[in-house]
């Protein structure tokens, strides 16, 4: 059996971190996401796909992820039933996140405490190119095993 998700969308709103009583983190969001057709002469149409993130990921979600920005999210389908406040029974269908990446630039982000580390170090320069062995010939090197040397 196979349940994976995989969704790529914006925020509809900015993620809160809530616990359980064992201290659990947890939060819920909602993704908007565009689908990938539509008939002719209608507006594309938008999905909104609730979210659950648990522990680290929860944590992650809430710390660098604001309302609009662009977000992907990996994870599995879960259905839940529940009883609503006037005794209704329902059921809600969500995506429990396992991982969750950023998409986008920078510049669509909107910033966020990430964009405060420093820039990657730029790669060391070199005076002299590099030794080009592709002119050397089969010649050079030495033969290491033979037929014999080998165990099977």
């Not at 196979?2 to 909602?30: C, K, Y």
């Not at 990446?101 to 170090?121: I, L, M, N, Q, V």
Request: glycine share 6%; with cysteine.
């Amino acid at each position: 059996m196979l349940n994976v998700a995989v969704i790529m969308g914006r925020l509809v709103a900015d993620p809160e971190l809530r616990h359980t009583q064992n201290d659990v983190a947890v939060t819920s969001f909602r993704v908007a996401v565009d689908r990938s057709y539509a008939r002719q002469g209608t507006e594309r149409q938008t999905d909104f796909i609730d979210v659950v993130a648990w522990r680290q990921t929860a944590e992650f979600v809430c710390r660098y992820f604001t309302k609009g920005q662009m977000i992907a999210v990996n994870g599995s389908i879960q259905t839940r039933n529940y009883e609503d406040r006037q005794g209704n029974k329902r059921t809600a269908v969500e995506i429990v996140a396992s991982d969750v990446s950023f998409t986008g630039s920078k510049r669509e982000s909107g910033g966020g405490p990430y964009d405060s580390a420093p820039p990657p170090p730029k790669a060391p320069v070199f005076s002299e190119p590099a030794p080009a062995y592709s002119s050397g010939s089969h010649e050079d090197f030495e033969e290491i095993l033979t037929d014999d040397d080998l165990p099977f």
